[in-house]
């Protein structure tokens, strides 16, 4: 029987999930009443709406003027594997490989599409030897591993006069860590992850060397229509002005709108970081002091400031059994939602057994810092359950 007090507070929004992710702070359904519903995306308010959230990624992101984005089916992976389809061919072809999804990657491009391609790989926890990046070949990375809450700490690893291109996943990057431009060909993101949209759509950003690229090479392979972004050799232009490849939910659209507007609200992209790092910085005051858990990225320069994954490291709970790590974790984050304090922070079911809590900006620090004496509540309450039994 459970005997610990009970933390007096309570975070006010209890949704911590690494996606989709909160809502921005005070959002409502009514926010989307000027939807464009019950009408074509293709028509003039439809597409009005679509170029509208474009631009103002461009905006709210600092998007280069002649890189091109465009809305494409399938969230983030849509996005990705429409790059990797599209892109990969002419060059030899490199991956970092330290996350679930980087590992996903690595299955698109050596089992799926059958290049022989050099995997730079690493642990949960920790980066790929950056060093070996070869910039005379087409690198495939993950900005910030949602699964393992490591992120590259910047991009100096990558060459500017390389000849490769470089399609970086930066899906829990985008809008909470610096991505410089420069050194980005293809950009994909989710606006369900650090703006708390809706699931389902992507987002790509290209740069004109990856344009170019698209431009001159035809893949090897049969490209599914949904993946197409040529015709006829040329670029398909209307995909980046307001056209979609398929049909968009425009409640979607609109709801991703609202997301930006906030954005730009409360002081833009500088803001976002901020409250992310002040959001992360809750978290690692409360590591600091708490000798049970530990981050699963020990270098902080490479530590995630949105999908910050945490491990037990109580040698009372590795003493119980091989897989009591797993279980006790497990049992956190069904105590933490049966309690209505913590919603979705179990960790990624590929990652080291653990816990994940998402601190992008639509996050509010002061309910983190409600949540660690609960997080402190259910180990104590778990693992009395555990060494009793």
């Not at 990657?105 to 022989?116: G, M």
């Not at 392979?221 to 995909?239: C, N, Q, V």
């Amino acid at each position: 029987m459970n005997t610990f007090a009970k933390p007096g507070m309570r975070p006010a929004r209890p949704e911590f999930s690494s996606g989709p992710c909160a809502k921005r702070p005070g959002w409502t359904p009514d926010n989307l009443r000027t939807a464009i519903l019950g009408r074509s995306h293709r028509s003039k308010p439809g597409k009005a709406r679509l170029q509208a959230a474009i631009d103002q990624t461009r905006a709210v992101l600092g998007v280069p003027a002649d890189y091109l984005i465009g809305i494409v089916p399938g969230s983030d992976t849509g996005a990705v594997e429409m790059a990797l389809w599209s892109l990969l061919g002419p060059r030899p072809v490199q991956l970092l490989a330290f996350e679930s999804f980087g590992k996903d990657w690595v299955t698109d491009v050596v089992k799926q599409l059958r290049i022989e391609a050099e995997v730079l790989d690493a642990p949960y926890g920790a980066l790929p030897d950056l060093a070996k990046v070869n910039g005379d070949a087409d690198l495939v990375f993950t900005w910030n591993g949602t699964t393992s809450g490591v992120r590259v700490p910047n991009a100096d690893f990558i060459a500017a006069n390389r000849s490769g291109l470089t399609i970086c996943d930066a899906t829990s990057a985008c809008f909470a860590q610096d991505l410089t431009w420069s050194k980005l060909d293809v950009t994909t993101f989710s606006w369900q992850k650090a703006l708390g949209g809706e699931a389902a759509h992507g987002v790509i950003v290209l740069s004109p060397r990856a344009v170019a690229r698209l431009e001159s090479h035809t893949p090897a392979w049969p490209m599914p229509k949904l993946f197409r972004m040529t015709k006829g050799g040329k670029i398909s232009a209307d995909i980046f002005e307001g056209a979609t490849i398929n049909t968009p939910s425009m409640l979607c659209v609109e709801d991703y709108l609202d997301a930006l507007k906030w954005a730009s609200g409360i002081g833009g992209l500088a803001e976002l970081q901020r409250r992310a790092d002040q959001n992360l910085a809750v978290l690692e005051h409360w590591v600091d002091r708490t000798p049970w858990v530990a981050f699963l990225a020990k270098d902080k320069a490479s530590r995630s400031n949105t999908s910050v994954c945490l491990e037990v490291v109580d040698s009372r709970v590795t003493a119980l059994a091989p897989d009591a790590q797993a279980d006790l974790a497990k049992r956190l984050a069904s105590l933490l939602e049966k309690e209505g304090v913590a919603l979705d922070i179990g960790g990624y079911r590929d990652a080291p057994p653990g816990l994940r809590i998402w601190c992008g900006a639509t996050v509010e620090a002061d309910d983190l810092e409600a949540l660690t004496p609960w997080l402190d509540w259910a180990f104590a309450s778990v693992l009395a359950e555990m060494v009793a039994a």
